[in-house]
């Protein structure tokens, strides 16, 4: 739910040319909470990384479908990983055939097909929820449909045998529109900047020095500080911040705030706002 109004914050920003509107979107769609997995590509249930709620997988389905719509639509990298998609195809529960409950009223059981993950801490499944049959169509936006598009179709052929609801339609409408827009036309985002290199930190008179190497033609920098390794993390020049900060310009930053054995991570920020990928060895969207 929260992810709509950043999907519209980031197609507006770009269609209307406000790069602000734009970056912000961007940023809170890629903080950890969203971006952030374990296991088989479950987050966290309240969208915090830390907490100690159970995953629920139907929600993230949600989540993970109005995700890559944006991508489709908006030709963004928001650094979907890779498992998220592959969930969906790799971790099918083989016992769900003997687990899938009655329908509502009734007395027939569910397509068993849309009982997937025993790992589901939470009662919800496929039945009543129409969006993730359909991730597997976009997953790979370069196959234009051709893979995922039997398992939809199955769905739909299962759902047409009762009424709809107009939070279900919603979802069927969304992936036609998918199918016609999205996908005949897809471009891979632009690369976003490297994430710089040869990052050093030093302790000098109680302040924390850090230099890094220069990543040609980026706007700027963004500092990010942590206790340990793995977060969590602070964003030491937040715009969003009072008082608000600043990309740095120059190779070297300065944190007086540090402490000795603090964590760092450095990324680079191009006109646009796009930020280095946190972790550039994964693939981005096809």
């Known amino acids: 739910m929260q992810i709509g109004p950043l999907g519209l914050a980031l197609f507006g920003g770009r269609r ?35 907490r100690p709620e159970t995953s629920d997988f139907l929600y993230e389905s949600i989540c993970d479908f109005h995700l890559r719509s944006l991508e489709l639509a908006t030709g963004e990298d928001l650094w979907l990983h890779p498992a998220v998609f592959g969930r969906y195809f790799d971790c099918v529960d083989v016992t769900a055939d003997l687990q899938h409950r009655p329908r509502p009223g ?63 339609l919603l979802w069927f409408a969304h992936a036609d529109l998918l199918l016609e827009t999205s996908l005949a036309g897809f471009v891979p985002p632009p690369p976003v900047p490297a994430l710089p290199q040869a990052l050093a930190v030093r302790r000098e008179q109680g302040v924390n020095r850090l230099r890094w190497a220069a990543v040609p033609g980026v706007a700027g920098y963004r500092i990010y500080r942590a206790a340990r390794m793995g977060g969590p993390w602070s964003w030491l020049n937040s715009p969003y911040t009072e008082p608000a900060g600043a990309l740095v310009p120059t190779t070297d930053y300065a944190d007086p705030g540090g402490r000795d054995g603090d964590a760092y991570l450095v990324t680079a920020v191009d006109a646009t706002g796009r930020e280095s990928r946190w972790y550039p060895e994964e693939p981005g969207p096809r």
């Open 106 to 168: 009734g007395s027939a059981k569910s397509w068993p097909r849309a009982n997937f993950f025993r790992g589901q801490a939470h009662d919800h499944r496929w039945e009543a929820w129409s969006c993730a049959p359909f991730v597997g169509i976009f997953a790979r936006a370069a196959d234009r449909g051709e893979f995922g598009s039997t398992e939809a179709a199955y769905w739909l052929h299962e759902q047409s045998r009762r009424s709809q609801q107009w939070s279900e």
């Open 16 to 50: 209307t040319g406000d790069p602000a509107l734009a970056s912000w979107a961007l940023d809170a769609l890629h903080a950890p909470g969203v971006t952030g997995i374990y296991g088989h590509a479950q987050r966290p249930y309240p969208g915090e990384i830390g």
